[in-house]
């Protein structure tokens, strides 16, 4: 399907003649206080590229949500700037700031028939009937719901009535999307499927795409960069690889994948660490900057990088180990996971192959892992 | 997400309440205020030199007059027979509207709310040709031998009427409440051993006292205001509160003497409403759109 | 071979689904007694007897009040359509209730959209300060309206009734657009700004489609309320202007007119038909 909404210079309206592949986001010390304890949002700053997927990822109460709504301009600033390209937008009401917004629970009006819905925002713009319906046909094809449109929302199932909001997100070329958790009252297999068509009008469409989730696994198989929100503040942005293979804080290690956690507290890092008597090489390219800033650190630990031996004699020069023990294994079809209880109170996980079945419950063993497998991170 | 309203209205959005306020305020408030100021003051004659002193004299009028007090034990007892007999009829009625089908239901609830879209004068009038000496009434009790049973012009007959027009709100937040209790506590009673009059008291009517107070309540406190079918129906002589009180201001213009009295009906309206509340949440339940119906009924 | 084969019922087919759910089970174990059906029976006809028997004695011959009706005649209502006294009392009626309907439901619909704006307490108590007018028993009203109006001049007067039912009647419509209003997902604004409508645009295209059902229960509910109210228009007339309760009520207290059956069930008849539509046309929508 070749529609290039947005790109066509014969569909294009006049605003996206100026977004192109869509607008750049620039947020910079944005804070949002509600007067509650903490300001829901404080001090963000972001660059969202033009055509850019970015996932605001983050647990509930993170601020990513409140990011999203000052950024659609449903929240006003306390203080800060939010451009889009050049233009200050900061205090633009929501209405005139172009963003095609897709939101949890969809909002469509459940008084206008799916083609009222998506012609709502071209007919707010008056633009002529005939390239109205033009349009809108031409975007219920891009969603593939062709035929629905003389249907109420509510005659509609949820996968459907998502794609009529995407389909009303886009449909006035906005200067970029904005999706507010749209997969989240959608069933397993459902999900997938939108991820994928979502993935698919993005590169179609090719705007700038703002992404709010909390699933970690959708952020990661969506994003091409991911912000990851902590408390109103963002812990960390940067592509999947590196938020998953190269984290910055213990939060965002956690955050994003599973892994072992050792506490280094505050001991240098210049040469080897120590951790209840045992002693292992650091890899100075693994050493995260955040964790040069003189706060307590810990070394973390991906599955897939622990390998697991009867005895200490079996594991490969140059890699660091520790003794443990096996308290549980679960069965995940592509592989075992092992969960070893390491010293007083380290949970520790090892990924083995599926067919290794020479554990039991109980066994002692010897974790390890290579110095460059490993990661230490600000705690 | 942290909810804060979306501003689609300019930011005084609340100012659009003024206009109801004034209404409001100017057209009701305003006269009522008046007329509580008119009744804690001296009456200084038209004309007269002289201001207004603060008394309480006109309320002390109220307990002194020898027909004050009679009127108003009249209309308690009034209004409690017709808060019995609706409690009597509105029981059972709402008993039924809990067990039976969605359609049948709205059958029901149907003709319950009868009383209130239909016009007051149209069924007062309905009620006088009923009780009319030699009516449709008055030759059914024929039929047992109480054909010379006076309805007409009589508290009998008010009652009747009365409890027809303020069934309604005896069986709404009776039906809400019984609608809550759970009927296999019945049976379970039952089971254990109960009859089934014995588990209804026991068990039943123990959870359905919330629905019955505010349901009593309410009708006592809309019956004691009832104007209209007492002055239809009933015997001038026999007249309840609201009579004295239209009597007193447009045949006796004993303007302060009406506001001490309306005051008093007032305050104790509001306090037995504010009661109905606490007990029932009966206002809610009602839903104060088929509230406002009966105001021209009374 | 391309007949159909009839349906074959397998024998061991299970029985039919029937409708599940407590009321089925309940059909068997605990079913409605018969002295409940008779006692619901006997409350419904107490209910709806008064009005139905003005239909029947509106086709009286008779000049009095006795049923069951002489004769079978329209001259009541060849009566009530051709006396000035009547028609001027319809007319009036008429009149005030379209205007105070009108007024009740524009201040009512702002006052509901107005509260709406408000939060916790002073919400609370501005809600209940205008819906005083639902719980101040009519005649307390009527007798203080009555001597202010007096002063101000406005007893028999268009505008004192007008004035005096949109008052009473715009609690009303307030409650019926607060319940609309209380349904309608605040996000629904939020989605028409984001797709380029201005506050105000976004009002009259999203919220007030949404809410039309509640503003327009609420008009009719205010008509009603006026067209019906009786006690302070009682207070208020004037020789020169009075509406149709109140010559109802005088054709029963002053001139014994029968006229006022044809009015009653014409009212009762019409009132019904409105709220029959409203209430169907509600189910329909909720469809």
Request: proline residues 6%; aromatic residues 8%.
């Amino acid at each position: 399907m070749t529609i290039l909404i947005g790109k066509t210079p014969a569909t294009a309206g006049p605003e996206a003649a100026a977004g192109g592949a869509g607008a750049q986001i620039r947020l910079e010390r944005v804070t949002k206080d509600f007067g509650l304890a903490s300001p829901a949002v404080d001090g963000v700053s972001l660059t969202i590229e033009p055509g850019e997927f970015m996932t605001l990822l983050g647990p509930s109460g993170s601020g990513k949500t409140t990011t999203l709504n000052l950024i659609a301009g449903f929240e006003s600033l306390t203080s800060g700037t939010i451009r889009l390209d050049a233009q200050d937008v900061s205090t633009l009401p929501a209405h005139r700031r172009n963003l095609g917004i897709v939101f949890q629970n969809y909002a469509l009006f459940p008084h206008l028939t799916v083609a009222g819905n998506i012609a709502y925002p071209l007919r707010e713009r008056k633009v002529p009937r005939a390239e109205i319906e033009r349009r809108v046909a031409e975007v219920l094809e891009l969603v593939q719901l062709k035929g629905r449109d003389q249907h109420y929302p509510a005659q509609l199932s949820g996968g459907q009535q998502q794609r009529v909001a995407l389909a009303r997100a886009i449909v006035f070329h906005p200067r970029a999307l904005l999706l507010d958790e749209p997969l989240g009252a959608l069933d397993r297999n459902l999900r997938a499927a939108l991820q994928l068509e979502i993935r698919r009008i993005h590169r179609e469409v090719g705007t700038t795409l703002v992404f709010v989730t909390h699933d970690q696994e959708e952020a990661m198989n969506l994003s091409d960069r991911i912000a990851l929100f902590h408390d109103g503040r963002i812990e960390q942005v940067g592509s999947p690889e590196t938020l998953y293979g190269a984290p910055e804080t213990l939060f965002t290690a956690r955050f994003l994948g599973d892994s072992t956690v050792f506490p280094l507290g505050g001991q240098p890092l210049t040469g080897p660490v120590t951790w209840e008597g045992e002693r292992w090489a650091v890899d100075a390219a693994t050493v995260a900057a955040r964790a040069h800033e003189g706060g307590p650190t810990a070394l973390v630990v991906r599955p897939e990088a622990v390998g697991v031996v009867r005895d200490r004699a079996q594991v490969p020069a140059g890699a660091n180990a520790v003794r443990a023990r096996v308290r549980d294994i679960e069965y995940m079809g592509a592989h075992r996971m092992l969960q070893l209880a390491v010293g007083e109170d380290v949970a520790g996980r090892a990924q083995i192959p599926a067919a290794d079945r020479s554990y039991t419950l109980g066994d002692d063993v010897v974790a390890w892992w290579r110095p460059d497998a490993q990661r230490i991170v600000a705690a | 997400m942290t909810t804060s309203r979306p501003r689609w209205l300019p930011r005084p959005g609340w100012l659009l309440i003024v206009p109801a306020a004034l209404l409001l305020g100017g057209t009701l408030g305003m006269p009522l205020w008046q007329s509580f100021w008119r009744s804690v003051h001296t009456v200084v004659p038209v004309g007269e030199p002289g201001t207004a002193q603060l008394t309480l004299e006109h309320y002390r009028a109220l307990f002194t007059d020898g027909v004050t007090l009679r009127v108003l034990a009249r209309t308690g007892k009034a209004a409690a027979i017709v808060t019995v007999v609706a409690l009597l009829l509105g029981y059972p009625y709402a008993y039924l509207m809990t067990r039976v089908g969605a359609r049948a239901r709205s059958v029901l609830v149907v003709l319950v709310l009868m009383p209130f879209w239909t016009s007051a004068l149209a069924r007062n009038f309905g009620w006088l040709v009923l009780l009319y000496d030699g009516g449709l009434v008055q030759r059914f009790l024929g039929l047992f031998g109480l054909g010379d049973v006076v309805l007409y012009g009589t508290a009998t007959g008010v009652t009747l009427a009365m409890s027809q027009v303020l069934l309604p709100y005896m069986v709404l937040p009776l039906y809400s409440s019984l609608g809550g209790i759970d009927r296999r506590l019945l049976l379970a009673a039952r089971s254990l051993g109960s009859p089934p009059l014995v588990a209804f008291w026991k068990v039943y009517w123990p959870l359905s006292r919330g629905g019955v107070a505010a349901g009593m309540i309410l009708v006592f406190t809309l019956a004691c205001g009832f104007y209209v079918t007492p002055a239809l129906i009933g015997s001038p002589r026999e007249s309840l509160v609201a009579q004295l009180l239209g009597q007193r201001t447009t045949q006796l213009l004993d303007f302060a003497g009406a506001g001490a009295l309306g005051t008093l009906v007032l305050v104790v309206t509001l306090v037995l409403v504010a009661w109905a509340n606490r007990v029932g949440g009966s206002m809610a339940t009602i839903g104060a759109g088929f509230a406002g119906q009966t105001r021209s009924a009374r | 071979m391309t007949a159909v084969a009839p349906p074959r019922e397998p024998a061991d087919a299970p029985a039919p689904v029937r409708r599940r759910g407590l009321r089925g089970r309940r059909g068997r174990t605990d079913p409605v007694p018969v002295w409940l059906w008779v006692a619901g029976v006997v409350v419904a006809v107490y209910l709806v007897l008064p009005t139905l028997i003005v239909i029947p004695m509106s086709f009286s011959e008779a000049t009095t009040f006795v049923f069951p009706p002489k004769g079978n005649s329209l001259w009541l209502y060849r009566n009530f359509f051709t006396n000035d006294r009547w028609l001027d009392a319809l007319r009036n009626s008429l009149i005030v209730a379209v205007l105070a309907a009108g007024l009740a439901t524009v201040v009512g619909t702002a006052a509901a959209l107005g509260l709406d704006q408000l939060r916790g307490r002073v919400a609370r108590l501005v809600r209940s300060a205008l819906m005083f007018p639902i719980l101040t028993p009519s005649i307390v009203i009527a007798t203080a309206v009555y001597i202010s109006f007096l002063r101000w001049h406005l007893t028999g007067t268009l505008t004192g009734y007008v004035l005096a039912h949109a008052a009473l009647a715009s609690p009303l419509v307030l409650v019926s657009v607060t319940s609309a209003l209380a349904t309608f997902d605040a996000t629904y604004l939020r989605a028409s700004a984001s797709l380029g409508a201005s506050p105000w645009r976004a009002f009259v295209t999203v919220t007030l489609p949404l809410i039309s059902r509640g503003v327009a229960t609420g008009a009719v509910l205010a008509f009603v309320t006026s067209f019906d109210e009786v006690v302070i228009a009682l207070f208020l007339r004037s020789p020169k202007f009075q509406t149709l309760p109140v010559q109802m009520y005088n054709s029963v207290v002053v001139d014994i007119d029968p006229t006022i059956a044809a009015s009653s069930s014409l009212i009762v008849v019409t009132v019904s038909l409105i709220f029959l539509v409203a209430l169907l046309a509600g189910a329909r929508k909720r469809r």
